[in-house]
């Protein structure tokens, strides 16, 4: 089989004092993400997916939060590590589709920003890259803003 497709979801709490960080971009908001590392869902749900798609388990397994060493760690340094696996089996992304989950606040403004940061780290066009954003209705936790979630799907193919 010269195709492999993975999935991946994260979700992290809103707190205050915290910055708010998605796709390695640092977005403008009273609240952030509360994570061991800089929480970004995005990223963190791109790098299980291509983990999954291996079967190389999950983010937690390379990078656990109980390692102080990943304290506060930036998730596009993660993600790079993650891509050079994926590249040292012989794989490369075909292309990634995405979808972060918030209420608040709009992020229309910086997807192309995300797209950009995460097409440079792991050395892809950014037409391989997609980054949508819709909100949960008002329904559940996200819907009450407790929280931010993403999924995403990633196509790996055999270099």
């Known amino acids: ?13 809103l ?7 998605l796709g390695g971009v640092n977005i403008p908001h009273e609240l952030g993400l509360l994570g061991h590392s800089d929480a970004d869902v995005l990223t963190h749900a791109i790098m299980d997916a291509m983990l999954g798609a291996l ?6 397994h390379y990078f656990p ?6 304290k506060g760690a930036d998730s596009l340094v993660l993600l ?3 891509n050079q696996l994926i590249l040292d089996k012989g794989w490369e992304i075909g292309n990634i589709d995405s979808v972060i989950v918030a209420e608040r606040p709009k992020l229309k403004p910086h997807i192309h920003q995300m797209r950009d940061r995460l097409s440079d780290v792991l ?26 979630a993403a999924y995403a799907v990633v196509l790996l193919v055999l270099k």
């Open 1 to 13: 089989m010269n195709i492999r497709i993975g999935n991946g979801y994260d979700i992290h709490c």
């Open 15 to 21: 707190v205050p004092d915290r910055p708010l960080i």
């Open 55 to 60: 079967s190389l388990g999950d983010i937690g």
């Open 65 to 70: 939060p109980t390692d102080p060493k990943w």
């Open 80 to 82: 790079e590590q993650v």
């Open 123 to 148: 050395k892809v066009n950014p037409d391989q890259i997609g980054v949508k954003a819709t909100t949960n209705e008002k329904l559940g936790p996200v819907g009450r803003e407790e929280g931010i």
